[in-house]
């Protein structure tokens, strides 16, 4: 398995789509910044077949001090974002599981 970077999106759409990558670049960075803009307002992005991303509230807790770990530690409840993938996005990624525990022996 690979990373896949930004700039391997733009070359992969521009050469999917035949749009000059700055185009592409411009359309992909313009999705992502409204994307964060929806969720940073607490709303929910949903993408038909790919996914859903929603702002969820984790709650406050008494964790470990990582530096004393006998003294407790408060951390405060913050927002975060949770990704729900669509039907057709788990069903294509289940479908690699046999070619991951080949890539594993």
């Known amino acids: 398995m690979e990373t896949i970077t930004k700039r391997d999106l733009v070359t992969k759409l521009s050469n999917k789509?035949?749009?000059?990558?700055?185009?592409?670049?411009n359309v992909l960075e313009s999705m992502l910044e409204t994307v964060t803009s929806e969720l940073a307002q607490g709303n929910t992005?949903?993408?038909?077949?790919?996914g859903s991303f929603q702002v969820r509230e984790?709650?406050?807790?008494?964790?470990?001090?990582?530096?004393?770990?006998?003294?407790?530690?408060?951390?405060?409840?913050r927002a975060v974002?949770?990704?729900?993938?669509?039907?057709?996005?788990?069903?294509?990624?289940?479908?690699?599981?046999?070619v991951l525990q080949q890539n594993a022996s």
């Open 81 to 98: 974002v949770k990704f729900k993938p669509g039907k057709e996005m788990k069903e294509k990624v289940a479908r690699i599981l046999p």
């Open 45 to 50: 992005v949903v993408i038909r077949n790919f």
């Open 58 to 77: 984790m709650k406050g807790k008494v964790g470990r001090n990582p530096k004393n770990p006998g003294l407790d530690m408060k951390i405060p409840p």
């Open 17 to 25: 789509t035949g749009l000059g990558q700055a185009d592409v670049l």
